[in-house]
């Protein structure tokens, strides 16, 4: 896993919106929590049995420690995550309500990743290579990230790619369109599928990415998945579940679906288990209190329905 990490400050309630004017407000939960879209989804994947090894920057302080601390008591290697001696580590404050949330980040050290910090012999022995929040590290990471991805495809092994959300609003760049040619799975949510491909719906969208031979799996939430391949479409859904908190689920679907590709499932099928995860993860509060481990997210993933989309 490649991007970032970062502890998450969560806020949990049905009012959450902050009152200005030095008015004190009472939540009903708020706790500090394993965050960062990579290091979440190192987690995740790590539940699911697989082995994990993050490469991310970090601040040398307290908040840096609390994320190695609990990514290695995750089972999660962090020997390639970097520690700036000069900068702070990154930090999230999540405002959650349920089904949606509002996000403040401070990048901090997280935006000093750069190509030179993926370790070479790293790339060289592993199977899969799984990059998220592009845009975070989009001026550090992304002038090198097309040819990290494609020295992993070189080894032999398969990338990934979660772009996440764009804070800056601009999507699309010749370094991103670079990096997506080299991701052999490109996993957008549904507003950040739209925002990539300028298309009106995700069917459209998915047809959009889907392009060079490269697959897609957009995250619907609670409708499920839609995957794409060349011009098949394919919605993968499951049987409802009620969420405590939203945060995380679509890294621990990335999770899923990764661990699935690694099993040899063919990409509705990965799908699938990456959408058990995904909803399982909602179960409590932040990314990873319940991310599952296999069996559980496995007996999920048998009710799944795939059902063939028509081209819009």
Same mark, same amino acid.
């Given at each position: 896993? =490649?991007?970032?990490?970062?502890?998450? $400050?969560?806020?949990?309630?049905?009012?959450?919106?902050?009152?200005?004017? &030095?008015?004190?407000?009472?939540?009903? #939960?708020?706790?500090?929590?394993?965050?960062?879209?990579?290091?979440?989804?190192?987690?995740?994947?790590?539940?699911?049995?697989?082995? $994990?090894?993050?490469?991310?920057?970090?601040?040398?302080?307290?908040?840096? +420690?609390?994320?190695?601390?609990?990514?290695?008591?995750?089972?999660?290697?962090? /020997?390639?995550?970097?520690?700036?001696?000069? &900068?702070? %580590?990154?930090?999230? $404050?999540?405002?959650?309500?349920?089904?949606? @949330?509002?996000?403040?980040?401070?990048?901090?050290?997280?935006?000093?990743? %750069?190509?030179?910090?993926?370790?070479?012999?790293?790339?060289?022995?592993?199977? #899969?290579? #799984?990059?998220?929040?592009?845009?975070?590290?989009?001026?550090?990471?992304? *002038?090198?990230?097309?040819?990290?991805?494609?020295?992993?495809?070189?080894?032999?092994?398969?990338?990934?790619?979660? %772009?996440?959300?764009?804070?800056?609003? #601009?999507? @699309?760049?010749?370094?991103?369109?670079?990096?997506?040619?080299?991701?052999?799975?490109?996993?957008?949510?549904?507003?950040?599928?739209?925002?990539?491909?300028?298309?009106?719906?995700?069917?459209?969208?998915?047809?959009?990415?889907?392009?060079?031979?490269? @697959?897609?799996?957009?995250?619907?939430?609670?409708?499920?998945?839609?995957?794409?391949?060349?011009?098949?479409?394919? /919605?993968?859904?499951?049987?409802?579940?009620? *969420?405590?908190? %939203?945060?995380?689920?679509?890294?621990?679907?990335?999770?899923?679906? =990764?661990?699935?590709?690694?099993?040899?499932?063919?990409?509705? &099928?990965?799908?699938?288990?990456?959408? !058990?995860?995904?909803?399982? +993860?909602?179960?409590?509060?932040?990314?990873? !209190?319940?991310?599952?481990?296999?069996?559980?997210?496995?007996?999920?993933? &048998? /009710?799944?329905?795939?059902?063939?989309?028509?081209?819009?």
């Amino acid at each position: 896993m =490649i991007g970032d990490c970062n502890p998450d $400050v969560l806020v949990l309630g049905q009012d959450v919106t902050p009152a200005f004017g &030095q008015q004190e407000k009472l939540v009903e #939960h708020l706790s500090l929590v394993i965050g960062g879209s990579a290091a979440i989804t190192a987690v995740a994947a790590a539940r699911l049995g697989v082995r $994990v090894a993050l490469v991310a920057a970090v601040g040398a302080d307290p908040a840096g +420690s609390f994320m190695l601390d609990q990514l290695a008591s995750e089972g999660v290697d962090t /020997h390639a995550v970097a520690r700036r001696e000069d &900068q702070p %580590t990154g930090m999230t $404050v999540a405002l959650s309500r349920g089904g949606d @949330r509002a996000i403040l980040t401070a990048l901090g050290a997280m935006a000093s990743l %750069t190509a030179a910090d993926v370790p070479l012999s790293l790339l060289a022995s592993t199977r #899969h290579v #799984h990059v998220s929040s592009y845009f975070l590290l989009a001026d550090c990471l992304g *002038p090198g990230l097309a040819a990290i991805l494609a020295s992993a495809r070189a080894s032999g092994a398969t990338t990934s790619l979660d %772009t996440n959300w764009d804070p800056a609003g #601009h999507w @699309r760049d010749e370094r991103l369109s670079a990096a997506i040619g080299q991701a052999d799975v490109l996993l957008p949510n549904e507003a950040e599928a739209l925002a990539l491909s300028g298309a009106d719906s995700p069917e459209a969208a998915a047809l959009a990415l889907a392009t060079g031979g490269s @697959r897609l799996a957009v995250k619907l939430g609670e409708r499920g998945a839609l995957c794409a391949e060349g011009s098949l479409l394919r /919605h993968v859904s499951l049987p409802p579940v009620t *969420p405590v908190d %939203t945060t995380g689920a679509g890294d621990c679907f990335n999770a899923g679906l =990764i661990a699935g590709l690694l099993q040899g499932l063919a990409l509705p &099928q990965a799908a699938a288990l990456g959408c !058990a995860a995904g909803a399982l +993860s909602t179960g409590a509060p932040g990314g990873t !209190a319940s991310a599952p481990r296999l069996p559980a997210a496995a007996e999920l993933a &048998q /009710h799944a329905v795939v059902e063939s989309v028509q081209r819009p």
